[in-house]
C-alpha cells in the first residue's frame, strides 16, 4: 500500500539502509547531508514523498536513479543535482514519444540509495518504488537484478552536479533490444565506460546516473527484491527508537519483522585500523576487527565484499551475503565502510574503543542463481581481490567444522 514520508522519516530510512548495504550504498554522512535541505521551498514543491509498491506503479514508466562514485567524494552535496539531472534528460526522451515518467527507482540498499531516489521523486514530483536491485549495495551494475532480467539500458544519462549531461548509448547489433548475451555485455560495457567518466575532473568522482527506464511490465519482471525502503524504514525507526541495542536484538528483529536471516560472524571485538584509498570512483580498503580471539579482517570495494577470521582457514563471508556493523553503546549504532574512515585516512573517533560485533545477512536469492549473471559477476570480483574458491552462503560458513572449532 502507498504511503508517504517525511523528513523524519528519511532520517530513519538512511540509517536502515546503511545496515542492509554492506558497508556500502553511500556514507550515512552524505545522506544526512542531503536530507538536511529536504524543505519545502526554491528546490522541493514539498516537503513529503510518496512510495508506491511496483504491483501499484502502472501509471507511467519508470527509472533507476542514482549516484556513482566514491562516497568520500559526495559527502559535500547539498541537493542531488546530478540524479536529477539525469532523470529529466529521461523525462524529455521519454516525452518525445509521447509517455510519461511517474516513477524513481533506487538501485540498491544503501543510505545515499534511498536518500537519492526519494529526494529526486519529491523535487520532480514523482513516486519511489518500495524495492531495488539488488537487497544490498553492490559494486557494479552487472550484480543488479536490472542488469539480470536483460532489461534494456538505453537511454543511459550520467549528469555532473555542475550539470554536464553524458549519454551512453551501446546500440544492440540484434535487432532494437539485442538478444540476452547482449544485454549481460551492454550492462559491463556501460559501468565501463562510465567510471573513467567519474574520474574526470569535470566529475569530481561522482556524477547522478539514470537507466534501465521501464514499463509496469518490466519493471514487476525486474525487480523481484521488494519491500526493502520499507523494511529499512522500519529497522531505522527501532533503531532511533533504542529498541535495538545488542546484537542479539538485531538478528531477532530481522527475523521477525523483515523475515531476513542474519547471524554473528565476528565478535564482539574493537576496529583497531580502517585503510582506504579512493579511485575510478571506487573506495578500496579494509577494515581489521580485534577481540580476545583473534581478528576478523573486512575487504571492500565501496561494499564489504569479503570478511575472514584469523581464526579459521576459511572466509566467513562471501559476497553476495552482505557484512554488517553493528556498534554497541551510546552514539551512531550504524556505519558504512565510508562512515568509518575520515577524509585523513584516520579511523572516525565516533567507533573508536566500542564494542563492534560483524553480522553476516544471507542474500536474497535472486541473488545466488548459480551461473546467473549477478552470482558469476560477484565471483569474478572475489577473484581479483584473492579469492578463487566456491560460493559458499554464510550461513553454511557458519557452521563449517574445523581444527579447534567445533561450531
Known amino acids: 500500500m502507498a504511503y508517504e514520508l517525511v523528513r523524519a522519516d528519511l532520517e530513519a530510512l538512511l540509517l536502515g539502509g546503511c545496515f542492509f548495504g554492506s558497508g556500502g550504498g553511500g556514507t550515512v554522512v552524505s545522506a544526512k547531508s542531503l536530507v538536511s535541505n529536504f524543505q519545502a521551498g526554491s528546490y522541493y514543491p514539498k516537503d513529503t514523498v510518496k512510495?508506491?509498491?511496483?504491483?501499484?506503479?502502472?501509471?507511467?514508466?519508470?527509472?533507476?536513479?542514482?549516484?556513482?562514485?566514491?562516497?568520500?567524494?559526495?559527502?559535500?552535496?547539498?541537493?542531488?543535482?546530478?540524479?536529477?539531472?539525469?532523470?529529466?534528460?529521461?523525462?524529455?526522451?521519454?516525452?518525445?514519444?509521447?509517455?510519461?515518467?511517474?516513477?524513481?527507482?533506487?538501485?540498491?540498499?544503501?543510505?545515499?540509495?534511498?536518500?537519492?531516489?526519494?529526494?529526486?521523486?519529491?523535487?520532480?514530483?514523482?513516486?519511489?518504488?518500495?524495492?531495488?536491485?539488488?537487497?544490498?549495495?553492490?559494486?557494479?551494475?552487472?550484480?543488479?537484478?536490472?542488469?539480470?532480467?536483460?532489461?534494456?539500458?538505453?537511454?543511459?544519462?550520467?549528469?555532473?552536479?555542475?550539470?554536464l549531461a553524458v549519454e551512453l548509448n551501446v546500440t544492440p547489433s540484434q535487432g532494437s533490444h539485442g538478444g540476452d548475451q547482449h544485454q549481460q555485455d551492454v550492462s559491463e560495457i556501460v559501468e565501463q565506460m562510465m567510471r573513467p567518466i567519474v574520474a574526470d575532473p569535470e566529475f569530481d568522482e561522482f556524477g547522478g546516473l539514470a537507466m534501465w527506464v521501464m514499463d509496469p511490465a518490466t519493471l514487476a519482471k525486474a525487480?523481484?527484491?521488494?519491500?526493502?525502503?520499507?523494511?529499512?524504514?522500519?529497522?531505522?525507526?527501532?533503531?532511533?527508537?533504542?529498541?535495538?541495542?545488542?546484537?542479539?536484538?538485531?538478528?531477532?528483529?530481522?527475523?521477525?519483522?523483515?523475515?531476513?536471516?542474519?547471524?554473528?560472524?565476528?565478535?564482539?571485538?574493537?576496529?583497531?585500523?580502517?585503510?582506504?584509498?579512493?579511485?575510478?570512483?571506487?573506495?578500496?580498503?579494509?577494515?581489521?576487527?580485534?577481540?580476545?580471539?583473534?581478528?576478523?579482517?573486512?575487504?571492500?570495494?565501496?561494499?564489504?565484499?569479503?570478511?575472514?577470521?584469523?581464526a579459521k582457514p576459511h572466509p566467513i563471508c562471501l559476497a553476495p551475503d552482505g557484512i554488517a556493523y553493528f556498534v554497541e553503546g551510546a552514539g551512531q549504532s550504524v556505519f558504512s565502510n565510508g562512515d568509518l574512515v575520515l577524509s585523513d585516512g584516520s579511523l572516525n573517533p565516533a567507533v573508536k574503543g566500542r564494542q563492534v560485533t560483524l553480522l553476516g545477512l544471507s542474500a536474497n536469492a535472486a541473488l545466488r542463481i548459480p551461473d546467473g549473471l549477478i552470482l558469476t559477476s560477484f565471483m569474478d570480483l572475489l577473484g581479483t581481490m584473492g579469492y578463487h574458491g566456491p560460493y559458499v552462503p554464510v550461513e553454511v560458513l557458519a557452521h563449517i567444522k574445523t581444527q579447534g572449532n567445533q561450531s
Open 223 to 310: 525487480l523481484p527484491i521488494r519491500g526493502t525502503l520499507s523494511r529499512a524504514l522500519k529497522f531505522g525507526q527501532a533503531i532511533q527508537a533504542g529498541h535495538l541495542s545488542t546484537p542479539k536484538a538485531v538478528i531477532e528483529f530481522l527475523h521477525k519483522e523483515s523475515g531476513v536471516k542474519a547471524q554473528v560472524i565476528f565478535g564482539p571485538g574493537t576496529i583497531e585500523s580502517a585503510k582506504v584509498d579512493t579511485t575510478g570512483g571506487f573506495d578500496l580498503g579494509t577494515v581489521r576487527i580485534d577481540s580476545a580471539h583473534g581478528s576478523a579482517t573486512v575487504l571492500y570495494q565501496n561494499e564489504s565484499l569479503l570478511a575472514w577470521d584469523s
Open 51 to 163: 512510495v508506491v509498491t511496483v504491483e501499484e506503479a502502472t501509471h507511467g514508466e519508470s527509472v533507476m536513479v542514482a549516484y556513482m562514485g566514491a562516497p568520500e567524494a559526495i559527502d559535500g552535496a547539498k541537493y542531488p543535482e546530478g540524479p536529477v539531472g539525469a532523470v529529466q534528460q529521461v523525462q524529455a526522451r521519454l516525452a518525445a514519444s509521447g509517455k510519461k515518467l511517474a516513477y524513481v527507482v533506487p538501485p540498491e540498499s544503501g543510505a545515499l540509495g534511498f536518500t537519492v531516489a526519494c529526494l529526486v521523486a519529491a523535487r520532480l514530483g514523482l513516486s519511489v518504488v518500495d524495492a531495488d536491485g539488488a537487497g544490498r549495495a553492490v559494486p557494479s551494475l552487472p550484480m543488479l537484478t536490472f542488469a539480470a532480467q536483460h532489461v534494456d539500458p538505453r537511454p543511459a544519462f550520467l549528469v555532473s552536479q555542475g550539470g
